[in-house]
């Protein structure tokens, strides 16, 4: 019955709702744009994670090594394409 | 919107076009009632999840929309060939060079390569199908109709005109208020989710279903393109899909994205449009050089040079096309720490480029090269492509750019990139992978005569707008007066769009010609060519492979064959396939009319088509499909059959 009950994902999705509760903090209450935005970006790596890491499986999978190859990919178009627009759009925008 | 607005009136040629589109459209069915071959039409082709018969469905779209783009474009030539022409006004061709550019990019050069590589991959590493056949299906299903939709806006409420690019504020409600640039963003949007498809499809199917013993390092060169392109394809094509819905959200549900006032910000859209953009020239171009790979080292009878290099410089091109897209707006309000550092990107995309033309050099080098028509397309690629690459390195250079932009010389660059970058090398690869498909080749000598005329024009047409662009003609201009002297060579150019012309037409008479008279062809290997397409039957059985080849090498069937060792051994098995179905066509028509609905903002039908969508995506959820096998006597059957043997019964 142990190994039946996937404990594990239980409290898994547990965290991950608690995850999303405390992410709302930064709307609900009076808080500095620097420190909301603190809570949104740790609890947005935190949760990021563990759905990969739980409930994709990245870990049990036998190529494990082409996913993080992937998610490393992802990652840097993603970095490359938010920056890069705040880069060109921004902080070197219209200026001399 | 008025009714009196909702076909486009007071056009000629429109009326022509609308007259050629009903006739089209009522003699198909008439012809297919006649011939009583609807029902071979649907459980044959419309349902079908067969790789090569998508392939050809993408392939015969793609035709037909170069077609409609090369008619845009003998347009666009005749109206500039001499100084205030009045074949067109100023409206009309904005529409013109924006479906132009629209069809040519997004439903010719995407759906043939796409084509191709659905013909192609599966044989190429040893499969029988791609990983998803069905999802594979609705791809096709979902650019063909976003192609539909997009081609019926210029008799149906006025195509887009704001260019293939849509700058805002241009596009915006304000400034473009018909329903174009509505259909602009739907018809895209639609054929894009079908791409985005396919980019995992692929992915997934070369990832996971190479035959035994093809490493990642024993994958023909085509392989290796494709499966970098859809990396490519799927970290960009998001991009496209946000942007676009944020220009469907900002003219039709009054959001201000994109917008000069309340926080909006016109120049967002050129920045999120460039950051898909520079990625998807790219797209297009990467499984080209797979193509010309393959072709080229086909027919100097030698293995690939640099393989390794080949590799490494398409996962740097693959990542540098990430970092390059500012090039695009060097002249729109940059500081010049943004434009030196796009410049130094791009410039760097030239190296792993060049070291992918040496290569082919050197491939070249001492080998004994037959001079077959998709060897000549590969050929002339070189120069031609290198020219459009230093012109690129021209362009890139942002001080310099200030004089280049937005002129002639810039759309000289892109054609000579993008023609024999793309449309050589799909016209390459359709004369080689034909015989596969269809199990006789094109005819050789009116393949030559397509070329000459092709190439030849191709260069008459665009060489003299490098030099009209230097001399200050801009880009998009519908007229211009005498004094300019720009007349001489626009109508030089007119003459060679006229030759392209001759050349594409001698191409679709090959195809009926070889139809007719073309030997056929007996072992499946009409060019002893080197990768495993080449060691199965022509046409290709429905399973691909009755036996699955085992690969120790690269070019594994070339040194099968020199070897007399065979790629597969043992007996036959049953074959699992999946099942036709006719789902995937009836979601792409919902779709289209969901995206016609949309366009015209007619909530009510809109909804309705929307639910039918999601409808079908819930009906494939419960339903229950395992797919059907193929018994060992049928295998035997065929494989008798296709070589030529007779039948004992
Ligand atoms: C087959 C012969 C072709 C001819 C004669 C041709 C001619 C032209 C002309 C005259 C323009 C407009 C120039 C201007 O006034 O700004 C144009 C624009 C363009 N062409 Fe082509 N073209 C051809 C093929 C292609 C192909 C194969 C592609 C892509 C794969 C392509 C992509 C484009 C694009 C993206 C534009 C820019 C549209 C815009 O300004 O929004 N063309 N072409
Ligand atoms: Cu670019």
């Known amino acids: 019955m142990k190994q039946l009950f996937p404990a594990q994902h239980v409290m898994g999705f547990l965290f991950s709702l608690l995850l999303s509760l405390v992410a709302l903090v930064a709307v609900l209450f009076d808080l500095s744009f620097a420190a909301g935005m603190t809570i949104l970006v740790v609890t947005a790596l935190v949760q990021a994670g563990l759905q990969l890491f739980l409930f994709m499986h990245v870990k049990e999978n036998a190529e494990s090594k082409t996913l993080y190859l992937n998610i490393l990919y992802a990652l840097f178009v993603g970095l490359v394409t938010i920056f890069g627009t705040l880069f060109a759009m921004r902080w070197g925008y219209m200026v001399k | ?180 640039n509505n259909y602009y963003a739907i018809a895209l949007q639609i054929a894009g989710i079908g791409t985005l498809l396919t980019g995992i499809n692929f992915l997934v199917t070369i990832l996971k279903m190479r035959a035994p013993g093809m490493t990642l390092m024993k994958m023909p060169m085509f392989t290796w393109s494709v499966l970098i392109t859809n990396v490519i394809i799927v970290f960009a094509f998001p991009v496209l899909t946000v942007a676009l819905a944020l220009m469907t959200l900002d003219r039709q549900f009054g959001t201000q994205f994109f917008a000069m006032q309340s926080g909006g910000m016109d120049m967002l859209w050129a920045n999120l449009f ?221 003459v060679g769009a006229l030759g392209l012309t001759v050349g594409f037409i001698i191409l679709v008479y090959n195809i009926y010609y070889s139809v007719r008279y073309s030997p056929r062809d007996t072992n499946g290997d009409p060019w002893d060519a080197r990768s495993l397409e080449w060691s199965t039957h022509s046409p290709v059985p429905e399973y691909n492979f009755a036996l699955i080849p085992t690969v120790d090498r690269l070019d594994a069937h070339w040194f099968s064959k020199k070897e007399g060792k065979p790629l597969a051994t043992g007996k036959y098995e049953p074959i699992h396939m999946p099942n036709n179905s006719g789902v995937p066509i009836i979601m792409g028509a919902a779709f289209f009319f969901w995206g016609f609905f949309m366009v015209f903002s007619w909530w009510i039908p809109a909804i309705v088509f929307g639910v039918v969508i999601l409808g079908t995506l819930a009906y494939r959820t419960f339903e229950k499909d395992h797919g059907h096998y193929i018994s060992v006597e049928e295998i035997e059957r065929t494989e008798k059959a296709l070589r030529g043997e007779q039948h004992e019964n």
Not at chain 2, 21 to 48: D, E, G, M, Q, R
């Open chain 2, 1 to 180: 919107m008025k009714w009196d607005e909702f076909f486009v009136t007071g056009e000629p040629m429109i009326y022509a076009a609308m007259v050629s589109i009903v006739v089209v459209s009522l003699a198909i069915p008439i012809a297919l009632t006649y011939f009583k071959k609807w029902n071979w039409l649907w459980t044959n082709w419309l349902t079908t999840v067969d790789h090569k018969k998508i392939g050809v469905m993408y392939i015969l779209a793609a035709l037909l929309m170069l077609f409609r783009g090369g008619v845009d474009a003998l347009l666009m030539r005749a109206q500039t060939a001499v100084p205030d022409n009045g074949l067109l006004d100023g409206q009309h061709y904005n529409e013109i060079f924006t479906t132009h550019g629209v069809i040519m990019i997004l439903f010719m050069a995407m759906p043939f390569i796409i084509g191709l590589m659905n013909v192609v991959i599966p044989l190429q590493i040893g499969a029988r199908d791609v990983a998803f056949p069905r999802l594979n299906a609705v791809s096709f299903w979902l650019f063909f109709s976003g192609a539909m939709l997009f081609n019926i806006s210029f008799v149906i409420g006025g195509s887009p005109d704001a260019g293939w690019s849509a700058y805002f504020p241009l596009a915006s409600l304000e400034f473009s208020p018909t329903v174009g």
């Open chain 2, 274 to 494: 460039w950051v898909w953009g520079h990625p998807e020239v790219y797209i297009v171009v990467l499984p080209a050089f797979g193509i010309y790979s393959e072709i080229i080292s086909a027919f100097a009878r030698k293995n690939l040079y640099g393989y390794k290099s080949m590799v490494v410089s398409m996962v740097a091109i693959s990542l540098l096309s990430f970092v390059v897209w500012a090039h695009h707006f060097y002249t729109m309000g940059h500081g010049v720490m943004v434009n030196s550092v796009f410049s130094i990107t791009t410039m760097a995309i030239a190296i792993p480029t060049g070291v992918k033309i040496f290569n082919w050099l050197f491939t070249l080098r001492k080998g004994k090269i037959s001079f077959t028509t998709p060897m000549l397309y590969s050929l002339a690629f070189i120069p031609i492509f290198t020219i459009g690459g230093v012109t690129g390195v021209m362009l890139a250079m942002a001080s310099a750019d200030y004089q280049y932009h937005n002129t002639m010389f810039l759309v000289a660059h892109f054609h000579y990139v993008l023609i024999p970058g793309t449309v050589f090398a799909v016209i390459a690869g359709f004369h080689f992978w034909f015989p596969k498909v269809f199990g006789f080749r094109l005819n050789e000598k009116l393949g030559k005569w397509a070329f000459w005329f092709i190439t030849v024009s191709f260069n008459v047409t665009f060489f003299p707008l490098f030099i009209l662009g230097l001399n200050g003609m801009t880009r998009r201009m519908y007229t211009y007066s005498e004094s300019t002297g720009y007349g001489a060579l626009n109508m030089v150019s007119m």
